[in-house]
């Protein structure tokens, strides 16, 4: 395989790993804050638990966010050199905003949090957290500001042979990054209270530690609910923002080969890229214009069309992305919303009704979407950068223009399989511990550090 | 002084930043399988670094960051260029991360052990790679007029390069042994000291063959300037040895923070007004100038970080006074 193709699955991989890790870190520091925050004001001693009990979990997911964030950042440079050159000017500045106005103050307090629980006064402990909660969504904000240039450039100017700046105000104002970071955010804290409600659930099932689980059940049931509903809305003017600004991206997503002006939803499809045609389909009529122009006869510019137009104002190519991964990602992530928001309006149903724990079907459902909103989430991604090939940066870099050109095929594949393998195997070191945590249960999380014997085994031996 | 040499001296200050404070504690990990002879002492070794080394890792990102934004070609053909160094830099930094959260979380002694190493290697590999990087910085690398890399991995080790990691790895390792007589207690606290004094001993000769080689190898040396920082971390080196002795070991750890900052700003000050030499042609070097952004980015980025690093210095600050204390192995997170 080429140097190209091969970095694009690194930056695949690698990308798919952290983001893992990071929707989780979004919502729960907020959670474990509120928590906290409870225990300052009323003293109620199972809410210190909570934090701390939730905030284990929190900690050993933030680490693996970390780590395979180091790898994000270098990549740019090291296999996308050309990218680099071309746009550093203007997408280098959010990553070091990032760093500097997020980062810092994301693994300062966390430090603080952590070691400080007997160090400091409560108040200034929970705003510790509170902190780190903050510079999360902060440091999700710059980095998607990032993205959002690659997704729908803006504030520049082609000059000197690249990408510069010449608006830092338009960026942050992005059409795009208003839709996206919402969208992200809310699907972070979607998946924190899954992950929250899904843990209780199971205890709530085996009938332990009913008061601890019930708190952190009700505390994160509103939270599931209203984000979940929300993430889907935005989800959906994101979508008709798309088809203004990446008509290719969604129409790819919808697998509509000719414009229509009555065009359906397709719900499934066979597709045919060779061909360009879906030889089967099961759609509704006139759904797909509604949702892209909220009317049901409304034109909706197809494939071929957008190829053609695209031929013309950038020359000869093909800039068709890979349509069937994109269709389909897109209806796994739409699929699992819908799962999640029957899951959610189910349990507060039941919740509000005093009988959640005489269900065991939906506890156990709960339990069991715990991955659910991680399949939405990679699905996310997945749509929104392999439905922006072939560009790097929407309409001004293709990927081939981007990658490095000293950087040899075997040195990307040799850290392609190491990092693949590497990472792979701390995440699943890390779901151990998380999953050995949840089995500890919060007892656990109170003691202190269990007592050692004195004689270690020692390194050299 | 125009913003291209503003953004060059803030970068060494990121640079100087990280070698102060990521020093010591790749120097607490490169230590852990000398000093903690049982489970509970490297419990506490990895403590005492516990509350700090993440916000200290943020140096080198922001770092990273901040030649991304200032100097886009420096980024991509330092990055591109030293490939694989980097990419070993980054399997190390990875593993290093997961060991101080993943080792104390299972008590089985092959886990721990294993930890450890990783630990260990985490440690040592980035601090030994920063001096061959650097080095290689100033004595100059094959790129050629379009400012590609053209070299190898194999092109970035010579002995020049390699006297440069081993001064820097000893440099971080006795600079982590002072941090620990700080803040660790008794016994572990004196066996800090005395493997301090004896690294002191060798941090001395490696940075005294690799101030040599510089003169020999580079043209660092032709500033008065460069020469004259060299000076000066070599004194404050011998200060930290001497105050070590005399068990004064606070301004032992300023010494030799000092012989870090003296020695980085040393090489920055060399590398000026280029940021990469090329070893093929003189005008094909990379510079602050043909490097850079444009002068709008480097104004918006200007006024972004004169305002956030003062901020960033007050609370990173505070973080040490609130964990001021030595670690008690009685409360131990990590």
Redesign the interface.
Known sequence: MEALLLSRWQFAVTSVYHFLFVPLTLGLSVLVAVMETVYVRTGNETYKQMARFWGKLFVINFAMGVVTGIVQEFHFGMNWSEYSRFVGDVFGAPLAVEALAAFFLESTFLGVWIFGWDKLPKTLHAASIWLVALASNLSAFWILVANSFMQEPVGYVVRNGRAEMTDFLALLTNPHVLYQFPHTVLAGFATAAFFVMGISAYYLLRKANPDFFRRSFRLALPVGAVCILLVMAVGHFQGQHLVKSQPMKMAAAEALWESAEQAPLNLVALIDEKQQTNPLEISIPGLGSFLAVNTFRGEVKGIKDIQAAYAEKYGPGNYIPPVTPVFWSFRVMVAAGLWLLVLAFSALYFWRKGRLEEKPLVLKALLWSIPVPYLANTAGWYLAEVGRQPWIVYGLQRVEEAVSPVVSAGAVLTTLVVFTLLLGALAAVDGYLMYRVVKQGPEEALLAPAAEKPEGVSLWT | MDLNVLWFILIAVLFTGYFFLEGFDYGVGIL??FL????????VLL?SI??????N??WL??A???I???F??W???????F??A??LM??A???R??A???R????R?FW??LW??VMFGGSLVPALLWGVAVTNLVQGVPINGQ????GTFFDLLSPYTLAGGLAILLLFAFHGALFLTLKTEEDLAARSRSLGLKLGVLAVGALFLLVVLSYLQTDVMDRAGTALLFWGAGTALLAACGFLRAGRCGWAFVSSGLAIVFTTAAFFGGLFPRVMVSSLHPEWSLTVYNAA??P??LK??TV??LT??PV?LL??GW?YW??RRRVS?R???Y
């Open positions: 852990l399988p903690g002879r049982s489970d509970i002492e490297r419990r403590n516990g509350p700090f080394w993440d916000g890792e943020v990102l922001t990273g960051g901040a991304f934004a200032a886009p070609h980024y991509a053909t330092l990055f591109s260029g490939y694989l980097l990419f980054l399997v930094l990875i593993g991360g997961a101080l959260e993943f104390s979380k299972d008590d002694p721990r052990s450890d190493w400012m590609q890399y053209t952004s444009s709008y980015t918006v980025m972004i970080a956030l690093v960033v609370y990173q973080t609130v964990f192995a409360r131990l997170e």
